[in-house]
Structure formats: C-alpha cells, structure tokens
C-alpha cells in the first residue's frame, strides 16, 4: 500500500480551488495548499484560502512572484525576504504551525537551482520547512494527459508526494475520476510528508539540502 501525500499548488484560484476543495470534502481527503503571495494578497483569493483552512487542508508558502527559481536570483537577504518573507506574513495565520515552504522548481525538476544560499539561511532563522516533491505528473503542461502519469507515480513502493495545481487550465475537472481509480489500487491518501521530501523542518537541516542549493559564486 503506497501513501499518497496530495499537494496543489500556484493558487488560489477563484474558477478552480473552490472545486478542488469541493472533490476532496466529499471523498473526505485532506492536502495542503501552496499558495501564491501576489494571489493571496487578493481578498476573493485570501477568502478560498481560509475556506481550505477551516476544512482541514495546510497552508504553505509558495513564494510571491513564482517568476524564477530562488537558486537563479541574486543571492541576497532582500530578495529571500521579498519572495518567501512577504508571502508568509500574508498567509499570517492561515500558516501551518510549521510554516510550510515550496521552493519553485521550474517545471518540477529538483537540484541546486531550487534555493540560495540567501533564503535557506531564512528558511533557518524563520524556522520554517522545506517541502519538496518525488511525482510531478505534468498537469499544467497537459490537462488531458496527467491522470495516467499520475497513476503510474501512485503506484510507487515508497511514499509519494504528489504536485497538483489548481490552475484554470481544465486539468482539474479529471480530479475525482483521479483520485477513485488512484484509491482503487490501495493507494492511502495522507497529508503528512515523507522525511525524505522535508530537508529542512522548523529551522533545522535534517536531510541532504545540499544538492538543492545554488552557491553564491553561481547565482545571478
């Protein structure tokens, strides 16, 4: 049995979270939500984000722009500051006690141009965490597509965290046939993370960041 850790983020949005959220309530589920600053900052959006709040799913951090990966930007305090600071004191007290980050990976790939050196020492002094991925299906790219890639990453022998996105682009009108034929295979749905997609919990570095971290002499 594969343990399947539901994750959406680039929200929220008004034409598509509020069905996102309606599919997960009636199939009793609960994900966590990475949210957008810039969107958040809207009261129409913020309103979609405690409604997820007040049913039970986590709100994450999923910086302000979501332009460029943080390991490509100037390596500065300002910019870890602008892009993650400014989105966690928006989100205010929607957070998750662990104040929950999502670096943007840029398609979904995972290496050093995820983080600066500049915004993991912020990830460290915020105490915040750090939350990566192991299956991106692809549903931005491809909204007819992703089901069955999804599918195959859900069948997996180890835990899998799963990057969805609550993006108007029709991809989550496949959400509920998704989740029943991925419940069908014995996949159980959690919402807690595998250690091994948190590098950083609470401030500390607790697995390999290593490898997802931008040095200063390559960063723009």
């Given amino acids: ?65 979501h332009d460029r990966p943080l390991g490509e930007l ?37 290496g050093p141009h995820l983080l600066s050196a500049a915004a993991l020492a912020h990830l460290q002094r915020q105490r915040m965490t750090c939350i990566l991925w192991n299956a991106v299906p692809g549903d931005f790219r491809d909204p007819e597509g992703w089901v069955d890639r999804a599918l195959e990453m859900g069948r997996r022998p180890d835990p899998v965290t799963l990057v969805l996105h609550d993006l108007p682009n029709g991809a989550m009108r496949h959400l ?25 919990r609470r401030g500390t570095v607790v697995g390999p960041v290593e490898g997802y971290v931008t040095s200063a002499g390559e960063a723009a």
């Fill in 176 to 200: 509920d046939r998704f989740l029943g034929l991925l419940a069908d295979t014995g996949a159980r749905f959690v919402q807690e993370f595998p250690d091994s997609c948190v590098p950083v």
């Fill in 1 to 65: 049995m594969t343990d399947v850790t539901l994750t959406f983020d680039n929200g929220p949005e008004p034409e598509v979270t509020p069905g996102v959220l309606d599919v997960l309530r009636t199939r009793g589920l609960h994900a966590t939500f990475f949210v957008l600053g810039r969107k958040l900052a809207e009261p129409g959006r913020r309103a979609l984000a405690e409604r997820a709040r007040d049913e039970g799913h986590w709100i994450g951090n999923h910086s302000w722009n």
């Fill in 74 to 110: 100037p390596d500065q305090d300002s910019v870890a500051e602008d892009e993650i600071g400014r989105t966690q004191a928006i989100i205010g007290d929607l957070s998750h006690p662990d104040r929950l980050f999502r670096p943007f990976g840029g398609g979904g790939a995972l």
